[in-house]
């Protein structure tokens, strides 16, 4: 019984080492200190969690980023053309003048009295009026034209400026959660493997748990809708990424993060989508719960900051964090804040 109390000691005592010192790592303001294997697998989530968080922070910053680049390229090169055409319309307007002035310069209304066709003199005096007039309306809208795209250029610049500097700040905030992740990830693996075993099991449990209370609200009674064939593409495409490991903000082929996977599944179907789980939520068709089928994307989190690939029966297939592969898992698993179906 004594060797049974001082080994059940020793295990708590490792436990209270890990969760002391990932404490410590963790985002101000300070929490209670986790005393067992339960509140360090959940000091572990939370940690995890801000780096999916901050990570797609990043993503979403850095995808505005090269929009808005895109932006200022296409003003430019506009600007340009327009410039070219400004200068190229100004020379040929000066030769006319010049030719003009060559022939005499002679208003309009003395070469109709000395021609000796009127008429025709007329109608040549007509056009040229009329040239005069095309030609300056062109070269003032031209030049209005040119205004307008030289302030829309220094505008979007400016913006371009602004979306930079968000881009650095959180890439500084991804490199401080990552910094605290490895620091997590070193002490996991100091773990004993008789605790190393208990953390997982408790990871299969919270998730079968949290699997089979999804089920038992009736969500999948319903029978389950066939994916359509851009559907079954981006699961085969899932499916054979399996056992690949997670990176942070990777999109393959070698290595995947949650949204990059997603990204690329749909991809190889034929459908562009938004690069993070934050505006895939955003931006594609939400379907209800209940209507889910293979293909769609389930969203997770209040942050929508993790995304899976609906593969039927109940389950997804997703890249979790890092240390872990693509791999296949409840869709109950975690809490679950809506289902988007891509190409809808």
């Not at 953390?199 to 089979?212: G, H």
């Not at 991809?267 to 993070?276: F, L, Y």
Request: charged share 30%; glycine share 6%.
């Amino acid at each position: 019984m004594r060797r049974t109390l001082r080994a059940h000691g020793r295990r708590t005592a490792a436990a209270l080492t890990v969760a002391l010192a990932l404490t410590a790592t963790a985002t101000p303001p300070a929490r209670a200190e986790p005393a067992t294997l339960t509140e360090v697998r959940a000091e572990l989530e939370r940690l995890y969690h801000d780096a999916e968080i901050a990570t797609d922070n990043y993503n979403a910053a850095d995808e505005k980023v090269t929009e808005q680049s895109g932006k200022v390229r296409a003003l430019k090169a506009r600007i340009a053309v327009t410039e070219s055409r400004l200068d190229r319309l100004t020379e040929l307007a000066g030769a006319a003048a010049r030719a003009q002035y060559r022939g005499g310069g002679l208003p309009a209304e003395i070469q109709f009295v000395l021609a000796d066709d009127p008429e025709r003199a007329l109608d040549n005096a007509s056009l040229t009026r009329r040239s005069q007039q095309a030609t300056q309306g062109v070269l003032t809208a031209l030049s209005a034209t040119r205004d307008d795209l030289a302030t829309r250029n220094e505008e979007a610049a400016a913006e371009l400026r602004k979306l930079r500097t968000t881009r650095r700040a959180k890439d500084a905030e991804r490199r401080t959660i990552e910094k605290r992740i490895g620091e997590a990830k070193r002490l996991e693996s100091r773990l004993a493997r008789e605790q190393a075993e208990q953390l997982a099991a408790l990871d299969r449990r919270a998730a079968a748990e949290a699997q089979a209370e999804w089920v038992e609200s009736g969500v999948l009674d319903r029978p389950g809708a066939e994916a359509d064939a851009a559907g079954r593409k981006a699961v085969a495409y899932a499916t054979r990424q399996l056992g690949k490991p997670y990176v942070w903000g990777a999109e393959g082929p070698d290595s995947f993060d949650c949204s990059g996977l997603t990204l690329r599944a749909w991809e190889h179907a034929g459908v562009i989508i938004p690069r993070t789980s934050q505006e895939q939520w955003r931006r594609l068709k939400r379907v209800p719960v209940p209507d889910l089928r293979p293909g769609d994307l389930v969203i997770y989190f209040a942050e929508a900051s993790h995304v899976a690939l609906y593969i039927g029966d109940g389950e997804i297939i997703h890249a979790p964090r890092p240390g872990r592969d693509v791999t296949v898992a409840p869709a109950g698993s975690m809490e679950i804040l809506g289902v988007v179906r891509p190409g809808a």
